[in-house]
Every structure is written in C-alpha cells, then in structure tokens.
C-alpha cells in the first residue's frame, strides 16, 4: 500500500483549523487550502493509524459530485493552481492528491441532514417515537427500510469533541433566517435525490448524507466541505441490501467492528489499526470511488 498521509508539515501557510480528517491553511483573504489527510475516525476519536490512499478518494469523489451537481447549486471549487498557493516543491508534493483550493465562504451554522432509509439515530428516534427528528412516519417499518419520502433533518454543527445535535426545521430557521432555511432544505433534497438516483445506477444505495452550506459575498448559497463521500454518508452496496438487518457499507465499517472486540473505552487515545484491517477499509473507499466515478 501507498504511504499514508496521517498529518501535514506545510510550513509557508498558518494553519487555520485542524479538523478529524481536514488540515485548513490560509492562502490569503480570498481563498483556503484544505487538505483531505487519510485520517481515520470511529466514535468520535482520531486514530492514530491512516488509511492509505483515503484522503485521496474523499477529494476526488468530492470534486467529482461538486461539478456533476453545479447545475443545482454553485460550489466553493477555486481555479487557483496549487503552484500558486503552494510554491515549494516539497510541500506541494506531500499533498498533492489531497489538496483542494477554496474560495472563503461564510459558512452556515447548521448541517443539512437528508434521510432515503431508515437507520442510524433515525432508526432509535423511530422506535421511541415513531417519527424521525419530529417528522411522524408509518408504523412497522423495519431497520434500513427505504422510507416514504425523502426526509429533511437538520442539525447544529458541534465544537470539536461534542456531537452535533438534531433539531426541527422552525430552530434552523431562527438560526439561519426563514429564506435561507427553506433555500437550504429544498436545494439538500434535490441533491440528494439526483446524487441517489445516479449511485443506484452503479450498485450503490446512499443512504443518507449531510451537506454543509456557506454564503458568497452577494449572499448566494454555495455548496462547501465534502460532497457525497463515503465520511459523509451512507453508501450500501445495492446487491447485499437486505432490510430488516444493519446493510454492509463502503465506509469505516471494518474499523467500528474491530473497535467493538477491543477493551477500548472509546476516549482517546485510540488504538493501533492492524493491518488487516487498514487494507480492507482502503479496499472499501477505493471501490465506492470506482463504482461512482468511473
């Protein structure tokens, strides 16, 4: 396997956030360096093992559905070369395939949730309540169950090392304004079902996903962050799907399980990944990345 790239050493740029898998540098007043690293997360906690060739596959794939979707939303993509951003050699080279430059955008303080299935923290809240983030659905519906309609599911963006938290959509509103909240809820939805209609095709069921949105200076919503990823949804694959049971996945899947055979009480530091385990999970993102985008 390639090298992993777990943290970045670029010393011509500030560092302006260090996030579970994203490292953010400042390029200047108009633009962002974001560099996918091939971090890995599970229950909150980074581990202290990469997976390689990850980062690559979130960039690409994110790249990839943020032109393919342009026609619906305008995205945060900057022509800036990375030559111009980053001059050294050296430092251009560790990052490469994982960098991206972006314009600054003021992002919005809430995630945007969209559910097509029944798992997750909507499959609890369903069967303590019968609905999902106040949103009343039929009885009798099974774990992973496609559900009626497409659902919409805000939440707040948590601080580092407190979870996000789900909220209805009138607390979106008095968060972001009424307009904003209603352009936020329509354009989510009409992204994930394109996005859905096009993975089904290719033998992927997406499942949900969480789209993050900024303003430009004209106020105009614009697509930020990562896109359809295998870190932001749930990617199933069509032919294993079965509802009823918890699907197999293209994400951290082989790493959760691992964890859970561990006596590991999910705070970090995390443990050690075997490399067993580390080829799987990179087999598992690189064959999402095939099946959407080739």
């Given at each position: 396997?390639?090298?992993?790239?777990?943290?970045?050493?670029?010393?011509?740029l500030?560092?302006?956030?260090?996030?579970?898998?994203r490292d953010?540098?400042?390029?200047?007043?108009?633009?962002?360096l974001?560099?996918?690293t091939?971090?890995?997360?599970a229950?909150?906690?980074?581990?202290?093992?990469?997976i390689?060739?990850?980062?690559?596959?979130?960039?690409?794939?994110?790249?990839?559905w943020?032109?393919k979707?342009?026609?619906?939303?305008?995205?945060h993509?900057?022509n800036?070369?990375?030559?111009q951003?980053?001059?050294?050699?050296?430092?251009?080279?560790?990052?490469?395939?994982?960098?991206?430059?972006?314009r600054?955008?003021?992002?919005?303080?809430?995630?945007a949730?969209?559910?097509g299935?029944?798992?997750?923290?909507?499959w609890?809240?369903?069967q303590?309540?019968?609905a999902?983030?106040?949103?009343e659905?039929?009885?009798?519906?099974?774990?992973?169950?496609?559900?009626?309609?497409?659902?919409?599911?805000?939440?707040?963006?948590a601080?580092?090392?407190?979870?996000?938290?789900?909220?209805?959509?009138?607390?979106?509103?008095?968060?972001?304004?009424?307009?904003i909240?209603?352009?936020?809820?329509?354009?989510?939805?009409q992204?994930?079902?394109e996005?859905?209609?096009?993975?089904?095709?290719?033998?992927?069921i997406?499942a949900?996903?969480?789209?993050?949105?900024?303003l430009d200076d004209?106020?105009?919503l614009?697509?930020?962050?990562?896109?359809?990823?295998?870190?932001?949804?749930?990617?199933?694959?069509?032919?294993?799907?079965q509802p009823?049971?918890?699907?197999?996945?293209?994400?951290?899947?082989?790493?959760?399980?691992?964890?859970?055979?561990?006596?590991?009480n999910?705070?970090?530091?995390?443990?050690?990944?075997?490399?067993?385990?580390?080829?799987?999970?990179?087999?598992?993102?690189?064959?999402a990345?095939a099946?959407l985008?080739?």
């Open positions: 396997m390639s090298k992993a790239l777990h943290t970045t050493h670029i010393k011509s500030p560092l302006l956030h260090k996030g579970k898998v953010i540098y400042d390029i200047d007043d108009s633009h962002m974001i560099v996918t091939d971090r890995i997360s229950f909150d906690v980074v581990m202290p093992t990469a390689p060739g990850k980062g690559e596959v979130l960039n690409q794939v994110t790249r990839f943020m032109e979707l342009a026609h619906i939303i305008p995205n993509l900057s800036m070369p990375l030559e951003a980053l001059p050294d050699a050296e430092e251009r080279a560790e990052v490469e395939n994982h960098a991206t430059i972006v600054k955008l003021k992002a919005l303080p809430v995630e949730i969209v559910r299935y029944l798992i997750g923290s909507g609890k809240d369903y303590q309540t019968g999902v983030c106040g949103i659905l039929p009885p009798g519906l099974r774990l992973a169950d496609r559900l009626p309609e497409v659902i919409y599911t805000p939440s707040t963006k601080s580092v090392g407190t979870h996000d938290e789900n909220i209805d959509f009138a607390a979106s509103e008095a968060l972001i304004g009424a307009d909240a209603a352009q936020v809820r329509d354009t989510s939805l992204l994930y079902r996005a859905a209609d096009y993975a089904q095709e290719r033998g992927i997406i949900d996903t969480k789209f993050e949105f900024g004209n106020g105009s614009t697509l930020i962050d990562e896109v359809l990823t295998p870190d932001s949804s749930r990617f199933w694959p069509v032919e294993q799907y009823g049971s918890s699907p197999v996945s293209f994400d951290k899947q082989f790493v959760r399980d691992y964890l859970e055979t561990l006596d590991w999910k705070t970090a530091p995390g443990p050690q990944l075997p490399d067993e385990i580390v080829k799987k999970t990179a087999e598992k993102y690189q064959q990345k099946l985008t080739t």
